[in-house]
T-cell receptor, first 113, second 111 residues
Framework: AQSVTQLGSHVSVSEGALVLLRCNYSSSVPPYLFWYVQYPNQGLQLLLK??????LVKGINGFEAEFKKSETSFHLTKPSAHMSDAAEYFCAVSEGTGNQFYFGTGTSLTVIP | DAGVIQSPRHEVTEMGQEVTLRCKPI?????LFWYRQTMMRGLELLIY????????DSGMPEDRFSAKMPNASFSTLKIQPSEPRDSAVYFCASIRRGEAFFGQGTRLTVV
């Protein structure tokens, strides 16, 4: 069975500071990994994804994540936080083409001016 | 492509009434998922379909909830009778090549 753990349901950073949102997963097969962002009163929007190939993936709005198989992690980072980054972030894993998506419980990011 | 389309965006109904939520997935996507999101429980998978066939409905909370997908371009989630604890945002997502595309959600309020 697959599962996703997001450490820290709430993260606060100062504007301009590094953003680090943690995600660990468990999967019995090579996973597809995703980060989604949800702005208030909006649906979930894909931020970035890892399927195969390069383990460092870049997404929209300056975010990136690195797939570390040995650590079963897929942490999301951004060098410099912007006020507009304040949102809910969800990590997700799937087995690939189809089947269930397993979402983490989400991390609410607050950016302090 | 217009993306996944859900209707209505907002629904307010009285307890005991029937509620039907609608979803139009992206054309060509062969998986469709229904999720419920609340502050207390986060994102919960209710049911998912593959090629219009329900595959796993173990997340459907009660018999009051039912979902159908009569064709590849339309799905409904029905709650009958509705209760205040059903108040949540309901999302539909269609999947292709392992990537999920979400609709904007339906915010349901049962009073």
């Amino acid at each position: 069975a697959q599962s996703v753990t997001q450490l820290g349901s709430h993260v606060s950073v100062s504007e301009g500071a590094l953003v680090l949102l943690r995600c660990n997963y468990s999967s019995s097969v090579p996973p597809y990994l995703f980060w989604y962002v949800q702005y208030p009163n909006q649906g979930l929007q894909l931020l970035l994804k890892y399927t195969t190939g390069a383990t460092l993936v870049k997404g929209i709005n300056g975010f990136e994540a690195e797939f570390k198989k040995s650590e079963t992690s897929f942490h999301l980072t951004k060098p410099s936080a912007h006020m507009s980054d304040a949102a809910e972030y969800f990590c997700a894993v799937s087995e690939g083409t189809g089947n269930q998506f397993y979402f983490g419980t989400g991390t609410s990011l607050t950016v302090i001016p | 492509d217009a993306g996944v389309i859900q209707s209505p965006r907002h629904e307010v109904t009285e307890m005991g009434q029937e509620v039907t939520l609608r979803c139009k997935p992206i054309s060509g996507h062969d998986y469709l998922f229904w999720y419920r999101q609340t502050m207390m429980r986060g994102l919960e998978l209710l049911i998912y379909f593959n090629n219009n066939v329900p595959i796993d409905d173990s997340g459907m909370p009660e018999d009051r909830f039912s979902a159908k997908m009569p064709n590849a371009s339309f799905s409904t989630l029905k709650i009958q009778p509705s209760e205040p604890r059903d108040s949540a945002v309901y999302f539909c997502a269609s999947i292709r090549r392992g990537e999920a595309f979400f609709g904007q959600g339906t915010r349901l309020t049962v009073v």
